[in-house]
RNA sequence: GGCCCGUUCGUCUAGUGGUUAGGACAUCAGGUUUUCAUCCUGAAAGCAGGGGUUCGAUUCCCCUACGGGCUACCA
């Protein structure tokens, strides 16, 4: 058995986003690796030169990074918001690995493993037309693989345009042995000539990061199911150059509810789309970690150090799973509710920027509604009577079902006097005020409903809030009286 | 079209020949409660279909259906 370190990948292009699909990709190569305390790294996939994003590298580091899933290896964004590499396996980023990439392909050439193809673009359009018309397979026809070495020569030195193309094999099959799928078989005549360095002198995704894989010792190939396909493409090139195979493993897709591959079009994919709204990291992976895996049958909630220990790549599952938001939603309230007071503050208050009102008040009306929300943005409405300074009460029966209007005033008004006699400000919190009404209530022999009610809607003008002990421990002595006046008035 | 992968409650999943098919979210109904939220209890809801193999199939095999991925000088 070999005792090769554990290294595993998360190679994104630099688009612009991290897709959630990546996100989970990224977080199950992450558990892999910490697991068996190997390394995970960050190689940036940049050959496709007509796609690049700028900044797309910095915002993908700062994504990563958010959700924890720093690399302890590749590339890297360091304290001034700059990019590094760090590592003795670099470069990291795959366009700087050009010349790398180059070379390989002429050992391959060498090999007679690939072979220059002159073939253009136009050509190669009518090809498949034909292929189309015809109704055959389409895939490229093989024009330039059996060139003559001479000719090729000279093609070259004329400076004709050019890229290099796999030589497959013609007959015969591969199995893929994939850590989750089992044993797949590909019959290799059904798989074309793939072009490995485009006529940019760039290599494709297929030699690319074949090539740094094995340069950076990387043991598992963690990623989507859409590469199921070309793996058969990237045995070769491991073969062809002697290399041990890594583990494979392709992971299923995430899907849109209407189960194709969970897309742009059809609602969010965007990491930092999930993150700007509000939804915590934690929840995050706690989520996207069971998307598509389990580890026990009556477990929901893991922090991420349980995640890794009790990750099992094997134990994934086939299937696509639809993204719903539902599960997030839970869990992001679970972890609202969990995080440290500080936290909680820092992440709800700038949502009541646009109140005035004192820090203090608002800390109170942020704990206030902390088990209430999914998301720390709702707060702004959800919390809007609390700041407003004339409540409208003109939406809302401010009296008990079929209650008079004089009995509620008469509650309203011992309820004034009430607080008014609340004295010590230590006792200013809202299960002493509870006790404290509800003992009054009694002794004038009157009922919860009755007094509770208006008391409330008072507060409010709410149809529904929080309790009238909550909320008069948020507003404190002056304005619940306030409130109450103000109700009063209303109610002539 | 071709190749490949997949299919357990609405959704995420547990389950690897014998289970009342388990859990969670969502839903609904009760309870607690002045209302809301929380919390507690409960309910409804699933092995895509058809053939085998077997004493016995959700589990193994085959076929069908349906879904998905790939089929680029994109990754």
Request: hydrophobic residues 35%.
């Amino acid at each position: 058995m070999s005792q090769k370190r554990i290294r595993t990948r998360y190679a994104p292009s630099p688009t612009g986003y991290i897709h959630i699909g990546n996100v989970r990709t990224a977080l199950y190569a992450d558990f892999v690796a910490k697991q068996a305390k190997g390394d995970f790294l960050l190689r940036i996939e940049d050959t496709d030169q007509s796609r690049y994003v700028e900044g797309a590298t910095e915002s993908l580091c700062k994504t990563l990074k958010l959700l924890d899933l720093e690399p302890n290896e590749g590339v890297w964004l360091d304290d001034d918001g700059k990019i590094i590499q760090r590592g003795d396996h670099g470069p990291y980023i795959q366009s700087e690995r050009k010349h790398i990439h180059q070379e390989y392909a002429k050992k391959l050439i060498e090999m007679d493993k690939a072979y220059y193809c002159f073939c253009t673009a136009e050509r190669l359009d009518e090809v498949r037309k034909m292929q189309e018309l015809t109704k055959r397979p389409t895939g490229y026809d093989g024009h330039c693989r059996d060139l003559d070495p001479t000719e090729v020569t000279k093609r070259l030195e004329a400076g004709e345009s050019h890229v290099v193309r796999l030589k497959l094999p013609k007959e015969g099959s591969v199995t893929v042995n994939d850590v989750i799928r089992g044993e797949v078989t590909f019959d290799w005549n059904l798989i074309d000539d793939q072009v490995i360095i485009k006529s940019d002198g760039m290599a494709t995704y297929h030699l690319a990061a074949m090539a740094d894989d094995h340069d950076m010792e990387i043991t598992h190939v963690i990623r989507g199911e859409e590469w199921l396909s070309s793996t058969p493409k990237h045995i070769f090139i491991y073969q062809a150059f002697g290399w041990d195979l890594p583990v494979f493993a392709h992971l299923p897709l995430i899907l849109n509810h209407d189960k194709s591959k969970l897309s742009k079009r059809q609602g969010d994919v965007a990491a930092e789309i999930y993150l700007d709204k509000g939804y915590l990291p934690k929840a995050m992976i706690n989520f996207l970690a069971l998307l598509g895996w389990n580890p026990t049958a009556d477990r929901e909630i893991f922090t991420h150090k349980e995640l890794i220990d009790l990750f099992n790549l094997s134990k994934v599952n086939k299937a696509g799973a639809i993204f719903q938001i539902d599960k997030l939603n839970w869990l992001n309230n679970h972890y609202l509710r969990e995080i440290d007071e500080q936290s909680y503050f820092d992440l709800v208050l700038p949502h009541l920027n646009a109140y005035k009102e004192d820090d203090n008040f608002k800390k109170r009306v942020a704990i206030l509604y902390r088990e209430r929300m999914t998301l720390p943005a709702e707060i702004t409405e959800q919390s809007k009577y609390l700041f407003t300074e004339k409540l409208n009460y003109s939406e809302v029966q401010i009296t008990w079902k079929d209650h008079s209007k004089l009995e509620a005033k008469e509650r309203l008004e011992a309820a004034k006097i009430w607080i008014e006699q609340i004295n010590d400000s230590k006792e200013f919190n809202s299960s002493f005020i509870e006790e404290y009404i509800k003992s009054m209530i009694q002794e004038n022999g009157w009922g919860n409903g009755d007094t509770l009610w208006p008391l409330r809607v008072s507060l409010s003008a709410q149809e529904k809030s929080p309790s009238p002990f909550e909320l008069i421990a948020v507003y404190g002595k002056k304005m619940s009286i306030q409130r109450i006046d103000q109700a009063l008035a209303q109610m002539l």
